[in-house]
C-alpha cells in the first residue's frame, strides 16, 4: 500500500498529499477507489515497487481505464516478464485533449503521465516516472517532473512483513518558474482563501519532494489480515515573489508532512470480505520571505528589512470502513465510506526592522466531518478478463451518472 492509494491531504478520500507533489505517475484501481483503500486488485500492484510480484500472468498483463470527470481520463498499463525481469509500463493522460484550468483566460494545459517499473526478486523494485503538463496558447510555462522510487520486501524472524519504500521527484517549469496560482487545487493553499490570495503573487522556479513509507503486515491474507502504514515526507521550493521595490534575499517553501494508519480486514467467506481503517495524518507547510528596501523612518532614509513568514499546521484523522461480495454470477459488488475532519492552524507574521511595527494574523479552523461514499463492482464474464466500475457520492447524494470503468486482462 503506498502513497498513491493512502488517503491523503485536504481532499476527502485521498486524505494527505498536503504538498507538492511527488509524481510517480501513481495509478489506483477502481476496487480501491470505491472501498476507500481497503482493498486492492492486479491494478494497484502492477506497478508497485512492493507488489508487483503479486500478479499471476503467463505472458502479459493489461489495464485499460477511461474516466470522463478526471484531469488523465485514460490510463493504460502494461506488465510482461523479460527473462527474471519483471517490466512495467503505465501511461495516464489526455493526449492531445487540452483543459482550461482558469475559465476566461486562453490558456490551457494536457497532462500527461509515464511510469516505468523493473522488478527483480534480488533487488525489489525499482520505479521511474516523468510528468509533462504542457499547455498553448497564450502562456506555455511547462511544467515537467522527474521521478524515482525504489521498494522492497523483507520477512522478519516473528512472521511479520516490512515493505518499505521511498520516492523522490524534481519539478521544474520550462521558463524558469511558473506562477502558484497555475497549480490550482493541486496546492492545498486553497484550503484557506487568504493564503492562496498572499501566495497567488509568488512563483516557483523549482521543487523536489521526497517521502519514505512502509508497510508493516502483521497478518498476511488469511482469514483475518492485519496492517500499519507509517510514512513521512518532505517537499521544499524556491519562490519567487512578483517584481517590486527592494531586493529579495531569501524566499523557501517547506512542507512536512506525515501519516499512520492501521487496517483490518475480515475474509468471513470465499464470497464475503468486510474491513475498516483508522488513522492520522499531519501537515506543516511554511513560506519564508526575507528582502530589504530603503524606506522612510523618523530617523530620515533607512534600509529596512521585512522578513514574513506563512505557516499552516494541518491534523487530518481519518476513518474508512468497506465490503466486497461476490455473487455466483459473474458479478461481484462493493462499497465504502470515507470519513476525515481537518483542523488547520493558520499563522502569519510580518516583522519590520529599524524600529517599525510588524503584524502577524492566527487562524484556526474546523472543517467538520467530509464524508465520501463510494461503491463499484466487477464483471468477470471468463477467467484473466474483469471489467472494473465505480461511482461517487457526496455526503448528501450520489451522482448515479459519473461512473468510471476499467479492464483488466491477464493472459
Known amino acids: 500500500m503506498k502513497i498513491n492509494n493512502y488517503p491523503a491531504a485536504l481532499t476527502v478520500s485521498l486524505f494527505f498529499l498536503v504538498t507538492l507533489p511527488i509524481s510517480l505517475a501513481a495509478q489506483s484501481s477502481l476496487t480501491m477507489d470505491s472501498t ?23 505472458s502479459y498483463f493489461l489495464a485499460f481505464r477511461h474516466s470522463t470527470i478526471a484531469d488523465a481520463p485514460l490510463a493504460v498499463g502494461f506488465a510482461s516478464n523479460l527473462g527474471t525481469l519483471y517490466t512495467g509500463l503505465y501511461y495516464s493522460g489526455n493526449i492531445t485533449e487540452y483543459r482550461n484550468d482558469n475559465p476566461g483566460t ?15 526478486p534480488s533487488f525489489g523494485g525499482i520505479k521511474l516516472g516523468l510528468d509533462l503538463d504542457i499547455r498553448k496558447m497564450a502562456d506555455k510555462q511547462n511544467i515537467y517532473t522527474v521521478s524515482g522510487g525504489w521498494g522492497k520486501n523483507f520477512e522478519l524472524n516473528n512472521g511479520t512483513t516490512l515493505k518499505p519504500e521511498v520516492n523522490a521527484s524534481y519539478m521544474f517549469p520550462s521558463t524558469g518558474k511558473i506562477d502558484f496560482g497555475r497549480f490550482g487545487g493541486d496546492l492545498p493553499f486553497d484550503a484557506i482563501p487568504v493564503i492562496f490570495s498572499i501566495l497567488s503573487n509568488y512563483s516557483i522556479k523549482n521543487a523536489f519532494s521526497g517521502s519514505i513509507e512502509t508497510d508493516w503486515v502483521l497478518e498476511p491474507k488469511g482469514t483475518t489480515e492485519r496492517m500499519w502504514t507509517l510514512g513521512y515526507g518532505l517537499s521544499t521550493a524556491i ?29 468471513l467467506s470465499e464470497k464475503f470480505s468486510a474491513g475498516f481503517s483508522a488513522g492520522a495524518a499531519f501537515d506543516f507547510l511554511k513560506v519564508t520571505e526575507k528582502y530589504t528596501y530603503m524606506g522612510i523612518t523618523m530617523y530620515g532614509f533607512v534600509e ?45 507574521s510580518n516583522s519590520l526592522t529599524a524600529g517599525l511595527p510588524g503584524f502577524s494574523v492566527l487562524e484556526i479552523t474546523y472543517d467538520g466531518i467530509n464524508a465520501a461514499a463510494t461503491a463499484g463492482g466487477s464483471f468477470e464474464p471468463y477467467p484473466g478478463l474483469a471489467i472494473d466500475f465505480s461511482w461517487t457520492g457526496g455526503y448528501y447524494e450520489v451522482d448515479m451518472g459519473v461512473i468510471t470503468l476499467a479492464v483488466r486482462i491477464r493472459k
Open 106 to 120: 486562453t490558456v490551457y494545459t494536457s497532462v500527461n503521465n509515464l511510469a516505468l517499473l523493473l522488478g527483480s
Open 36 to 58: 476507500a483503500g481497503i482493498f486492492s486488485n492486479d491494478i494497484d500492484a502492477f506497478m508497485d515497487p512492493n507488489d508487483w510480484d503479486t500478479i499471476e500472468f503467463n
Open 304 to 348: 529596512i528589512t521585512n522578513e514574513i513568514s506563512i505557516s499552516t499546521y494541518t491534523f487530518i484523522p481519518e476513518a474508512s470502513a468497506a465490503f466486497t461480495y461476490k455473487f455466483d454470477t459473474p458479478f461481484s459488488v462493493n462499497a465504502g465510506l470515507d470519513l476525515t475532519y481537518p483542523i488547520t492552524r493558520f499563522n502569519y
Open 239 to 267: 519562490v519567487e515573489r512578483e517584481p517590486r521595490s527592494g531586493t529579495i534575499t531569501k524566499s523557501r517553501l517547506y512542507n512536512h508532512f506525515a501519516w499512520a494508519k492501521y487496517k483490518q480486514i475480515y475474509n
